[in-house]
């Protein structure tokens, strides 16, 4: 039996109701709502039946359990969740600009989850997964990305394997040791999830075509590249997918990668063929979409099959 674990933020989101520049004006505000990539992406993972476990931290207060609630009633393993006497859930403000961009007041990094880091117990999770997903978004402190690559080498060592979403865009590839980390993540991943431009990040490609066949050259089994309201596509050595994105309203985009990505973790683990597991994944980065709150499209096994057939 595999179980899937990740490591890294979990945080609150609170979100203005009325689109503009930023919060330097008082304006009405929805919240929280659970999330932190990591954590959408392991909520749908337990929302699917498939057993799963974080590591992470939060304060003692109703922040963290807003995410330990949510996340214990979908499924997920919550023992590694420590809960800090003195310390404060990490939480982002997100307000949407008339354009569709996002203007962010993200407090992680200071905050319960920025102190991440392994001790006995966690150590004893570990060893009971057999697969670690990591988030790009994680490695935003030195103690996180430590406690990811000893996850990543001690699930390696049993036969385990990875999947890496590198979950960023190029401009926050700035943070010291950032580039290094992410590099040494991809050197040991079996599945490679990148987001459009992504899949240029570590190499010096300049098409698609020669990126995919540079990155498989270097031992990655599969990639699958996310490509927003146009779908997605599936590689691998013998084969490669495309497949076009289920037509839904769009109401929140928030967390449809991180959906995407554990439902199809989720299926590849269990030796779905790629067409199948692309096709989940796609009806769960659309059932996404269409909830306001990150973490609030998640999505059941019969929930997929619904959207699957009324659109086959
Ligand atoms: P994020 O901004 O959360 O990091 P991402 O860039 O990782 O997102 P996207 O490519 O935006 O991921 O979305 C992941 C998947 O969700 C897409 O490949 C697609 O299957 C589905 N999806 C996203 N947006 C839409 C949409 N508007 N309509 C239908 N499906 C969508
Ligand atoms: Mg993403």
Same mark, same amino acid.
């Given at each position: ?21 930023? !919060? ?78 996002? /203007? ?52 390696? /060592? ?43 990040? !570590? ?58 990505? /554990?439902? !199809? ?22 059932? /996404? ?24």
């Amino acid at each position: 039996m595999s179980k899937i674990l990740t490591i890294g933020e979990i945080l609150v989101e609170i979100v203005a109701t009325s689109k503009g520049n930023g !919060f330097r004006e008082a304006v009405p505000l929805i919240g929280p709502f659970p999330s932190g990539a990591p954590a959408i992406f392991i909520d749908q993972v337990g929302k699917l039946g498939q057993d799963c476990a974080i590591i992470s931290r939060v304060g003692d207060d109703d922040f963290g359990y807003v995410n330990i609630d949510r996340l214990t009633q979908d499924g997920v393993d919550v023992s590694g969740i420590e809960i800090l006497k003195q310390g404060t859930t990490g939480s982002a403000f997100v307000r949407y600009r008339e354009d569709g961009s996002r /203007a962010f007041v993200f407090n992680i990094r200071y905050s319960a989850c920025g102190t991440i880091s392994l001790n006995d117990e966690t150590l004893k999770l570990i060893d009971t997964c057999t697969h670690l997903h990591v988030m790009g978004t994680a490695l935003y402190a030195p103690s996180v990305v430590e406690s990811i690559l000893t996850a990543l080498t001690r699930i390696k /060592a049993k036969g385990g394997t990875v999947s890496f979403d590198p979950n960023l865009r190029p401009e926050i590839l700035d943070s010291p040791g950032m580039r290094e980390a992410l590099q040494t993540v991809l050197s040991k991943t079996d599945l490679f999830m990148p987001s459009g431009e992504e899949l240029f990040l !570590f190499t010096a490609a300049k098409t698609e075509a020669d990126a995919v066949a540079e990155l498989l050259g270097r031992g990655i089994k599969a990639i699958v590249v996310k490509r927003g309201s146009k779908g997605a596509s599936y590689f691998d050595a013998s084969q490669s997918v495309d497949m076009a994105s289920f037509t839904v309203e769009e109401i929140d985009p928030t967390g449809a990668g991180d959906c995407f990505g /554990a439902t !199809f973790v989720t299926f590849w683990l269990k030796g779905t063929a790629p067409q199948e597991a692309l096709r989940y994944a796609n009806a769960s980065g659309a059932r /996404a979409v269409t909830k306001a709150g990150p973490m609030e499209g998640a999505s059941t096994k019969a929930e997929l099959d619904q959207l699957i057939e009324a659109q086959a």
